[in-house]
């Protein structure tokens, strides 16, 4: 269950991405990412300044995984912001709930905020776990963005959003713009919240 009033329209994730790194970043500061990501990632990251800071993911047996000892010691490092792509474009990997919960610990531990980029999630055909959905550690650590370009084919209507549920997150993108609201396409939210709530059958066929 969503808190409601912590949903934020956004043009798409990009602009998601970018705002929310806006808010919690300065220039230079490192944003730790799990490479081979989409590369876009590494555009949004020159947009606001910031340097990225790879972890990469760990290839064995001709599949991939999170490799959570490098992600621990980016933390222990003094990383500050996770920009998370779950599932993982472009390998397609499903993170764990078990990996997810381990993150959520960790960057509570360590004062991290992880930016979950969950826009592949509805395409998935094993369990998906929405990282906001893993407690309290998860809550207080997690922004979400996300959208129905992916899933439903509607990316150039323009509408993705911004997802927080604790109090600690909120405070921390309490910069976000309002403009972000009024720059999404009216078609592209209204298309998204269809998507969401009468197409999942169109869903299930693709």
């Not at 990009?14 to 990501?37: F, I, K, Q």
């Not at 405070?171 to 999942?200: C, D, N, Q, W």
Request: hydrophobic letters at 45%.
């Amino acid at each position: 269950e969503i808190e409601k009033e912590s949903l934020r329209v956004a043009t798409d994730v990009g602009v998601a991405a970018v705002e929310v790194l806006r808010a919690l970043t300065s220039p230079g500061d490192r944003v730790l990412v799990n490479t081979p990501v989409y590369s876009a990632f590494f555009n949004w990251l020159r947009e606001v300044g910031a340097v990225p800071f790879d972890a990469p993911l760990i290839h064995e047996n001709n599949q991939y995984r999170l490799d959570l000892a490098a992600i621990e010691r980016a933390f222990e490092d003094g990383v500050k912001v996770y920009l998370l792509c779950s599932p993982q474009n472009p390998v397609g990997l499903v993170h764990s709930a078990k990996d997810l919960t381990e993150i959520a610990r960790l960057a509570d531990l360590h004062g991290v905020i992880v930016i979950a980029d969950e826009i592949h999630a509805p395409l998935t055909w094993v369990p998906f776990t929405p990282y906001l959905s893993l407690g309290d550690a998860a809550e207080r650590t997690g922004v979400m963005i996300s959208s129905s370009s992916k899933g439903w084919n509607t990316a150039g209507l323009k509408g993705g959003f911004v997802l927080t549920q604790g109090p600690e997150v909120k405070k921390a993108l309490a910069k976000l713009p309002e403009s972000m609201h009024y720059r999404a396409g009216i078609l592209g939210v209204f298309s998204m919240a269809t998507a969401y709530s009468s197409a999942t059958d169109w869903l299930d066929e693709t």
